[in-house]
Structure formats: C-alpha cells, structure tokens
C-alpha cells in the first residue's frame, strides 16, 4: 500500500513530548515517522540508537547487542542516560516523538521528572492497539531499509523492486530480532514490562487509544487527531 503524502494538520508544531505505546509489531515505527513529517520534530527511537551504537561498536552497543539479540530490555539506566543525552540536543527544543521509550514504569517515571526540568508539560500518550494474532504476521513480514530505516512489509506494503527500498534503493534486511522465537520474547518483555504503563498514563489523563489495526493511512489520520484533541 503506497503511502501519499502525510495528511496536513493544524496539530504541527507542537514543543510537547508525544509517546508511542504498543506492542512490537503495532505500528509505532512507521506511524511515528509519519506524525513527524507534520509535527516537524525529531523522532527518536531508542532501538534504532542501539543499533546504531551496535553498528559503531561503541561500550553502549556491545552491552546492548546481547539483550537485543535475546529480544530482552536493556537496564533502564542506561537507555535513560542514552535518552537524556539526546533530548538535550538543539534539534530537540520545541519537542519530539519517542518510538519504544518509556518500555518500564521506571523509565516512565523517570522521563515526567526528566520532561519538567526541560519546561515541557505532560507527555501525550498515543496507545495503538492492534489484536494480538496480527502481531506475529507484521513483524515475521517485516523488512526495514538498511540505509534511511524506511519500514517495509512483503505482503501488506511491498517495495515496488524486491528486496530494494523505493526512497533510496537501499537493502532490504529482515531484522535478526524479527525472528520468530526472538518475537516471542519481545511480545513477552512487552507484557511484563511495557504493558503496566497504558494505566500509568490512562491515570494521568494522557493516554488516548487508536485502533491500529487499519489501513496505514487512516492510522496516521486518526493519531493526528487524537493529537489535536488533546492539547497539553
Ligand atoms: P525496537 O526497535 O523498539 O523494537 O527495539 C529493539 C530492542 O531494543 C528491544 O527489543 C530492546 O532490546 C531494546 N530497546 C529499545 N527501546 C528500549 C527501551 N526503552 N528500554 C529498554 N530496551 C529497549
């Protein structure tokens, strides 16, 4: 399914926090980079910043790899350090999207404590809820551009040359951590670990579900939305 150009929207800029909470296999990657072309804010993915400092074998990526590779969490410590690092930068002043962070209430509380001393306001939580089954399908049929990250799918949104990214002609690679057995345990960490933080945030009025089980594009639309509703 080819995606047009992002909806527009009175909802960019905004200088707030907004969260994507979900499973692996949800939607948040691809969503998030599309709300960031209309927000014009960086998007930070702090599983893409793992495997970039695996790539560059930094200290941080060689502690990470092992977990990532067992579809485990890295310590909250050092994803925080990694977090705070990075939203300290100029790029960041007037907001961001976050895609896979905060996975544990920890670093849930420690991101509102870390917001106020940075003078934004209470994050807005997009939820996207997906049925399970669907999950499983997404992510065995995922493949991600080696070079610009663009998100692919075999069946649901093919690239037009197989095996090669429509935007830069990058390889297609199939992450090692969308393998079946290793999904398993992302599902399960998720469970564990991540699911607790939609009543976290529910309670603070911050959360709003969207039904991510629909076409991409109407996805976008619907989190747009949400977004304008929800002013912080
Ligand atoms: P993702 O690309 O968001 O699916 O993340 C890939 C992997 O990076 C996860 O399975 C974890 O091993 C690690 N990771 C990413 N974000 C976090 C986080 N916020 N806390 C701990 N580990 C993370």
Known sequence: MAMQSPPSSNAAPVRRAVIFLGPPGSGKGTQSKELVKVLRVPHLSTGDMFRENIARRTPL??????????????????????????????????????????????????????????????????????????????????????????????????????????????????????????????????????RPLAEYYRRQGALVDVDGARPLADVTRALLAALEQKPS
């Open 61 to 194: 990526g060689l502690a990470a790899k092992p977990l990532l590779e067992r579809g485990e969490l890295v310590p909250d410590d050092i994803t925080l350090g990694m977090v705070e690092q990075r939203i300290a930068q100029p790029d960041a002043a007037n907001g961001f999207v976050f895609d896979g962070f905060p996975r544990t209430l920890n670093q849930a509380e420690r991101l509102n404590e870390l917001l106020e001393r940075r003078g934004f306001g209470k994050p807005a939580v997009l939820h996207i809820v997906v049925p399970e089954g669907l999950l499983l399908r997404r992510l065995t049929g995922r493949r991600v551009c080696s070079i610009g990250g663009e998100i692919y799918h075999i069946d649901e949104h093919p690239p037009k040359v197989p095996g090669r990214c429509d935007v830069d002609g990058g390889e297609l690679i199939h992450r090692p951590d969308d393998r079946e057995e290793v999904i398993r345990e992302r599902l399960a960490e998720y469970e564990r670990k991540t």
